[in-house]
Structure formats: C-alpha cells, structure tokens
C-alpha cells in the first residue's frame, strides 16, 4: 500500500482516562475510496479512537495522521462526523441548523441552502425544511444529523453507528447514499457493533476489543482466513446428532434453517453421513463462510 | 471567522426570535414600575376609614386640644411653592422617605374627638377609653400630660389598637411634636410670626473640589453616589437577568448531545466566546431597548412635572468622560459575571445544577456592593486601592473612586487590565473544562476532577 492511498494513519496510539486505558498502542491504516468497518463490542475503545481522529482529543503517544499530515483544526473541516452522541437545537429549524451546521465547517451560507435543499429530497424529508427539530420523529431527526455530517462534503466521512434505531427502509436508503459517497471518492469510516450491516457494506475492517486491535484487513481476507467450515441445513429428524460436541461447535437455529458451525477436526461430510444414519430428511446441506458476526463472536472469546 | 460568526448570529438570532425575549421586553419597564411604585402605593392606602381618635388634654383649661387637633389634621394649607417642594423631595428621596411622602399625599384622615378630663382620675378616663377601643368605637386617643409645656421631659402617650401601623403613628407623632413645639415657643415668648422664620432647616452646600484645585460647582454629592448606585444596580440586574442565560447557553449542547458534532468543527475556545458574544448583544439589545424607554418616559415625566411649575428637579450632571467609564467598567463587570456562570455551565450537565451552584455568585456582587459605601467615605485609601483592583469587586468600586474623587489613570487602566485579563482567563478556563468535561460520558463533575482536566494536556 503507497502511502497516498492512505486517508488516515494511527500509528501506535494509546489514550487514558485517569486509571482506566481506552486505547493502547492501536495503529490502522484507513485506505482511501474504501469504506473501513471499525468494530467492536460496547466500551471497547471505537469511541475514543475516533475522537482522536477528528481532533476532539489528543492521544497520550503516538501520532494520527489524516490526509498525510498531522491532524489540526485546519484538517477538520475535510472531515464529516456522525457521533454516537448526538443531537439537534430543539427548538431551531431544520433548514437553519444545517446551515449552521455547515457554517461551522466553512460553508458559506449560500452555498449551504442548494445543498440542503438537495440532501432533504434525497432522503424523502423536504417537507420538514422549516420545522422545528422537536417536532420531528427520531428518525427523520437521524437522518437531518447525517446530512449535518456530509454538508461539508468531506473527503474523510467518520460514522458512529449511522443506522442505530432506523427502520430497515431508511437503513437501506442511507446504505445507498453511503455506497455512492463512496463511489464518488470520499473514505468512510463505518464504527458499529452491528455485524450485518458491516458485512454488506465494508471494505475492510478493523476490529478492537479491550483497547486493543483484534484483526485488521479486507473483509474477503477476514472471511477465507476462516475457511468454509460452517454448514447451513435444513432437515427435520435426526435432532441427537448436532448435539455432538465433537462433530459441531456451535449451532444457530434461525426460523427456517439451521446453521452450524463444525468443530475443529470435524468434517462435512463425516456430519452429513450422521444425519442420514440417524434417518433425517435433508432438504438443504451447504457449505457456507462464516458470517462476520460468528468471526466477530469467536474473535472476541478467543481474545479475552 | 465564518465559524466565530455563526456561533455569535446563532446564539443570538435564536434568543431575539423567542418568545420569552419579546415578553420580558415588554413586561420589564412594567414590572419595574410596579415593584417600585407599588409597594409605596399599598403601604400608603389606608383601607377603612378614618381614625378615630380622641384627645385627652390634661393641661390647664385643656389649651392644647385645638393647636394639636388642628396640626393632626393638617388643617393649614399647602401653598404651590409647597407643593413643588414635596413633588421635588419624593422624586429625589430614598424609599422609606418616599413611603412617607407618599403617605402624606395620600393622607388617610382622621377624626377627633375631645375627652375632658376634668373632675375625673385619670384611671377612670382611660379605663372607659380603653372599653371604647375595646368595643371598636374608637381607634386610639392621646395623653397630654399637664405639665408637657412646662417639663421639657414630659412625654405624651398614644394608646391604640392598631400598633403595627406605622405609617398613622408616625403621622401622629410628627404633627403632635409640631404642635407642642410651637406651643412651647409661643409660651416662651416668641411671636406667632417669627416661628416660621427661626425654626427653618439650615441646609449645607457642598462644592467638590478636583485633583487641579479647581472649584466645582455646588453638588450634595447625592448624584454621584445616585451614579454608583445605577451602575451597581445595572450590573446587579444584567447579571441576574442573563448569567442564568448564558449558564443554559453553555449547557444546552450538552443536554441536547450537540456537543461533540461541534467539538469536530470548532474549538471549545472559540465556542465558549462566540456564545459569551452571542448572549451579551442580547442583553445589550434588551438594556437598549428599555434604555430608550426609559430615557423617554423621564423626559417626558420631568417636561409633565415642570410644566406644572415643580422646579429643581435634578438631573445628575457629570463629565462625559465619566459615560466612558461607566461604559467600559459596566461591560467589565457583566463579563466578569457572566464567565463565572460560563465556567459552573461547562462543570455541570444541567441548568438546574448550574443554578444551585450559582448562588454565591450574587454573594459575590453584593459584597462589591457593601465595599462601595466605604470607598466612597474614604476613595484614596489602601482599602480602595486594592478592592477597586480585585477582580470582581473592581466595576463597582472603581466607579466610587472615579464619581467621588478620580484616581490616576493608571489605577483606572490597571484595574480594567486585570479585569480584562480575568474574564479571558475565565473563557479559557471553562473551554477547557467544557472539553474535558464533555468527554467522561456526562457525569457531573467534583471539584478534584475539574482541576485534574485543567491540568491535563
């Protein structure tokens, strides 16, 4: 990787809180035109490292770098930032607060209004333009917040859990507007512990646990680096089998299907044999990857 | 720049447009009025009618019953010139004086009656008064003691139901005291004509001398000290007025969860001033506007008085310079205010807690206040010196020393440097702390904690 593909480098960052260390010596790289999933559970430092990245906190050691320099208060306004942490002026307009909004980041009120006018249709709120904020649903507020973020329209976008409490229609709407920001050359940073939404949209990933990097690289790397030893099934019968520590590791019934993950040393098709032995009626047997969520699972045990 | 300006226009144009701004415009010079004038008003009105009032003269043919009936019942009348005079004493007199002036226009009458003693014990006098009063026939009657011309000790009694009333007592107790004096004269001697003339006030002019030795004209002092007082109570009012608001100012992105978004654009410095700017031109904007009011409604009051031919009203005259001073020490002292409560915001996440913590800032402003009334006894001394440096007692006591007896300019530019400096300090303090603060997940701060943040690189 040339180091202008590179939109932000943390090399060997730590930072703590009184007794309580939020990073420690965490470095990534973020590559440009890619979307990076930054995951995580609860607590595990997502937060903090970001707030390092937009210049809201310093780290104790080690060094950020954005665009190929040091991060300063010069850098932010190419950076667009979606906190977890976030809010509007209940009682202001929404088409004034984002104004303010991209005041903040230099954006000249009249090049502001087209582009407020342009992002409230593309996200179906329009109408809402001159109402107050406290009159809006948590969700129309959501997506006024995520156009607060873009306004600017930054190089560098840092989401934190973009999509939490969104209905899966205006999930899939701010998915597509994400992927096209990303088409037209902007880096995102994508910070969730929603594993789903990560796997359908992330480049790479880069996943924290405890203050400290568990994994990072590309999605595809991640998944074969696992190889194909889960199964998805769907049978009826035959239910002793997958009880069989030795033969399954761990087993996810959904409504419709089953699916399972093998133990070490096991094999398909020793599992497959068991079944029809035991006189089940198979109607599906695929070999499947495992999904993010069973890696992020197994990753974070493994770990602590 | 653009960043800066947003702030301040946000700040701003959003506290102008609401509601409670527009009210509290209108409603201020109102509420003004009536908390002023009001109380004197209610305090005057005596509900129910007369008192009824009886004189017992023990004197020798009861002589007195008619000198002291007629001065109760304020039976000489009031010449113009009179007249003006009193207009002119409550415009310009403090509020107990004002209370009473006021009281005296609006006299609550009295009726009187005479009680002869003679022939009867004393005892059996009041003890029948006394059943009279207790029957609510009667409110209140006078003793006259025989010998009250006689004996300069001799002390005259009034008994009464209600002794709470004040304002009726003290009524009673000046016109007894002009009644007796006058008789006691006219016993001594003096001729009913010359009372007037000898017993006139003698009143002292004062003529202010400055620093050059020049002569100033004749000045009671009453105005300068009346100059303090408005900058005090100015300051005494914006503060009380809008620390609250720049507290929830400072608060409100925490509550609403905006500021970490804004932490990602601008600097908490830059921040914690824009709203610093952003509130005060509101409160200048609302002083302004009851400025002009006010300004008008005096103009207009002293035109109405003197076309009446009330005279000497004074309007306080001072140096220009001296508005210049006003100016700069005013806006000192209402910034050093407001980045107090600027600094309890940043320690606090909601306005509640701010306002609790804000108590002692009043404290704070009284006692700058209570420093006042010794530096203008003695404006060149030690104590004046370093109180009109310190801080936050410095827009209010340097102005006494500037009204009473100007000290050199470097005092008076020192005294603005350190204030200046203060309030910067403050600004800087708070946007650090607001910082910090923000980022340990919104949890009140301790005092420990706060000084480890601004500690902490």
């Known amino acids: ?304 | 720049m653009i960043k800066f300006l947003a702030i301040v226009k946000r700040e701003y144009v959003q506290r102008v447009k609401a509601r409670m701004f527009i009210v509290m415009t209108v409603l201020g010079p109102v509420m003004l009025v009536v908390f002023t004038i009001v109380p004197g008003l209610l305090f005057s009105l005596k509900t129910g009618g007369d008192t009824r009032l009886a004189i017992v003269d023990q004197t020798a043919g009861g002589a007195l019953f008619e000198p002291i009936r007629n001065s109760i019942l304020q039976l000489q009348v009031y010449d113009d010139k009179n007249l003006g005079e009193r207009i002119e004493s409550q415009v310009n007199s403090n509020t107990t004086r004002r209370i009473e002036n006021a009281s005296q226009a609006f006299s609550a009458g009295f009726s009187i009656e005479r009680v002869d003693p003679t022939g009867k014990s004393i005892d059996s006098v009041k003890q029948g008064l006394n059943a009279r009063i207790g029957r609510d026939e009667l409110d209140g009657y006078l003793l006259i003691p025989p010998d009250i011309l006689t004996n300069n000790d001799s002390k005259p009694a009034y008994y009464g139901r209600n002794g709470g009333d004040m304002v009726t007592t003290g009524q009673i107790q000046r016109r007894l005291d002009n009644a007796i004096r006058r008789q006691r004269l006219l016993a001594s001697g003096v001729k009913e004509s010359e009372i007037e003339t000898l017993s006139k006030q003698v009143n002292l002019q004062t003529f202010p001398i400055n620093e050059k030795g020049e002569e100033g004209a004749q000045d009671s002092g009453l105005a300068r000290f009346m100059v303090v007082f408005m900058i005090a109570f100015l300051i005494y009012l914006t503060v009380l007025l809008y620390g609250q608001v720049v507290l929830g100012a400072v608060v409100e992105e925490k509550e609403t969860r905006i500021a970490e978004i804004l932490f990602s654009s601008v600097h908490s410095f830059k921040l914690m001033f824009g709203k610093l700017i952003g509130v005060s031109l509101v409160a200048l904007t609302q002083l302004a506007i009851w400025g002009v009011v006010f300004m008008a409604i005096s103009v207009w009051g002293i035109a109405a008085l003197s076309s009446r031919g009330v005279q000497g009203i004074t309007v306080p005259s001072l140096p220009p310079m001296f508005f210049l001073y006003f100016t700069l020490f005013f806006l000192l002292g209402y910034f050093l205010y407001s980045t107090i409560y600027l600094l309890i915001g940043s320690m606090v996440t909601t306005t509640q807690e701010g306002g609790q913590m804000a108590m002692p800032v009043v404290f704070l402003l009284m006692a700058g206040l209570y420093m006042a009334f010794t530096v203008i006894r003695s404006p060149n001394s030690h104590f004046a010196f370093w109180v009109s440096m310190i801080p936050f007692f410095s827009p209010i006591t340097m102005i006494v020393r500037i009204v009473s007896q100007t000290p050199p300019m470097w005092q008076i530019l020192l005294s603005l440097g350190i204030g200046a400096l203060t309030v910067v300090l403050l600004l800087w303090l708070a946007s650090r702390i607001y910082r910090i603060g923000m980022l340990m997940y919104g949890k009140k701060a301790t005092i420990p904690e706060v000084m480890r943040w601004v500690r902490q690189q």
């Open chain 1, 1 to 304: 990787m040339d180091n202008n593909n590179i939109s932000v480098k943390v090399d060997r960052v730590s930072k703590t809180f009184g007794e309580f260390t939020a990073v420690r010596e965490l470095s990534l790289s973020v590559r440009a035109g890619r979307i990076f999933g930054l995951l995580g559970p609860n607590g595990a430092g997502k937060t903090t490292s970001i707030r390092m990245i937009v210049n809201i906190t310093a780290p104790d050691t080690g060094t950020i770098e954005v665009f190929g320099q040091k991060i300063d208060s010069q850098l932010q306004d190419r950076i667009g930032y979606l906190p977890e942490e976030r809010g509007l002026y209940k009682r202001m307009k929404v088409g004034d607060q984002l104004k303010f909004f991209g005041e903040l980041k230099n954006v000249s009120g009249k090049d502001a209004e087209g582009r407020i006018d342009h992002w409230l249709s593309r996200l179906k709120i329009p109408e809402w333009k001159n109402k107050k904020a406290m009159e809006l649903s948590k969700g129309m507020q959501q997506k006024v917040q995520f156009i607060a973020a873009i306004l600017h329209e930054p190089d560098l976008l840092i989401l934190d859990e973009p999509f939490s409490g969104l209905d899966p229609v205006n999930v899939e709407l701010l998915e597509k507007v994400v992927l096209e920001l990303k088409l037209s050359g902007k880096t995102i940073i994508f910070s969730t512990h929603q594993m789903e939404v990560a796997e359908r949209i992330c480049d790479d990933i880069c996943l924290i646990n405890r203050s400290q990097k568990v994994f990072e690289g590309s999605l595809r790397e991640i998944k074969s680096s696992f190889g194909r030893n889960s199964v998805a099934l769907r049978f009826e019968g035959g239910n002793g089998v997958l009880a069989d520590t030795s033969l399954v590791s761990k087993v996810d019934r959904h409504s419709d299907e089953t699916e399972v993950l093998l133990a070490p040393n096991a094999s398909a098709q020793v599992l497959l044999r068991r079944l029809v032995d035991s006189g089940a009626t198979i109607e599906k047997f695929e070999m499947i990857e495992p999904s993010l969520n069973d890696i992020f699972i197994a990753k974070v045990t493994e770990n602590s």
